[in-house]
């Protein structure tokens, strides 16, 4: 595949990957992936990100197919510095003396991607290259979902190049340069397993670009969007809006082999709603991870059940743990509590790997033996009191 025009000025010259079946080992990608890669062609010539490294020959043949010699490039930026988008960067710099650009935060990145140090302009709010009739403005956007990532914007065709920002996995070299194609699930989901756990990092970069006018938005993964693209932006911002509740919200999640962890859930269910804390309890056997991510992404404690089987908490309780990455839980108070037979290494076990996420631990666990009813009234009663003085 050539290089595609999408203005007079600027060429797509990425690569498409429609086979890909999962990113970044847990990411499923039903419709493939694109990296997109742009060439702004003004009185300088200016890259935007490069590919994953497995595509380079086929990015630097697009580059050639519009450029003929790779050294006429004046400037690589690099908004993000994921192997996706500079793996191909290596290579590329064997062709030509461009200068390369990059965020302040990506410096070290850099280096180590390259095994050198080859001092690249680094760039924060407010710097901008000129380079004939525009000029690359760039927007400081961290955590968009590294501590690196920027955002480039071209003042003479009024495109943003956001990078993962705002980009989706979807495949199909017919949508680049249109939206003939319905992506928005894939937009939607991008969000959520990418940029989810950054929503305060999300409101920050839409607020730097409140004001610019945007026509087009060139993301790395997916179609160029140019029909509506400030409808794009509205969703991210919705989707991003913190959510305000007039009550301290508690969630609890339990798995139980004979009914006796689920007697501790339910005892301590009863005992915060009886003191009107917003409550919402699981069972991890049956319950929608989706549906339970939703609810400890706004709660303001998280409580975990599980007995002890072979010296360990089950299954879905370390799924369902390993599933937050998606959602911003630093700081979270988290809670262990379970029945056991005789050894009861759960509940530990559980609040060790909340407090190795960040998590803000209760570290005094609620664990009984064996059989658990109303004769263990008190120490469920105590333990419940501790969290509400943690909340
Ligand atoms: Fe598409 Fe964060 O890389």
Excluded at 4 to 32: Q, R, S
Excluded at 89 to 104: D, G, M, P, R, W
Excluded at 115 to 144: M, S
Excluded at 366 to 378: A, G, Q, T
Aim: aromatic share 12%; charged share 25%.
């Amino acid at each position: 595949m050539n290089g595609k025009k999408i203005t007079e000025n600027i060429y797509w010259v990425g690569a498409l990957d429609p086979h890909l079946k999962i990113f970044d080992v847990v990411m499923p990608t039903d419709h493939g992936t694109s990296y997109n890669s742009y060439l702004i062609i003004d009185e300088k010539i200016v890259l935007i990100d490069t590919v994953k490294k497995q595509f380079q020959d086929e990015f630097l043949d697009n580059l050639k197919s519009v450029l003929g010699s790779l050294n006429r490039i004046d400037y690589i930026v690099l908004n993000h510095l994921e192997p996706d988008h500079s793996g191909a960067i290596e290579k590329l710099l064997t062709f030509t003396n461009a200068e390369v650009i990059v965020s302040k935060n990506a410096k070290m990145l850099l280096k180590g991607m390259l095994k050198r140090d080859i001092n690249p302009r680094l760039v924060g709010d407010d710097d901008f290259i000129d380079i004939g009739k525009g000029r690359i403005q760039f927007i400081k956007a961290p955590y968009l979902h590294w501590p690196e990532t920027m955002l480039s914007y071209y003042t003479a065709d009024k495109i943003l190049f956001p990078c993962d920002f705002l980009g989706a996995h979807f495949c199909d070299e017919n949508i680049i340069n249109s939206i003939n194609a319905d992506f928005f699930h894939e937009f939607k989901y991008y969000f959520e397993t990418i940029m989810r756990p950054f929503k305060k990092y999300v409101i920050d970069a839409l607020n730097k670009i409140e004001n610019f006018e945007i026509k087009i938005i060139a993301p790395s993964h997916g179609p160029v969007i140019m029909q509506d693209p400030q409808k794009h932006i509205n969703y991210y911002r919705e989707w991003a809006q913190p959510k305000v509740f007039d009550r301290k919200k508690i969630v609890i999640c339990y798995v139980s082999a004979y009914g006796n962890t689920e007697y501790i859930a339910e005892s301590l269910k009863n005992h915060f709603s009886d003191k009107n804390y917003s409550v919402s309890i699981f069972n991890l056997e049956f319950a929608d991870t989706n549906s339970i991510l939703d609810e400890i992404e706004n709660a303001d404690a998280v409580l975990i059940g599980s007995p002890t089987i072979n010296g360990d908490a089950l299954p879905p309780v370390w799924n369902l743990i390993s599933s937050c990455i998606s959602i911003n839980t630093k700081g979270k108070i988290g809670a262990a509590f379970g029945s056991f037979g005789w050894s009861g290494e759960a509940t530990k076990l559980i609040v060790n790997r909340l407090k190795g996420l960040h998590w803000k631990t209760i570290d005094e666990v609620l664990r009984l033996h064996l059989i658990v009813d109303n004769r263990n009234k008190s120490e469920i009663i105590s333990f419940a009191e501790k969290i509400e003085e943690a909340l």
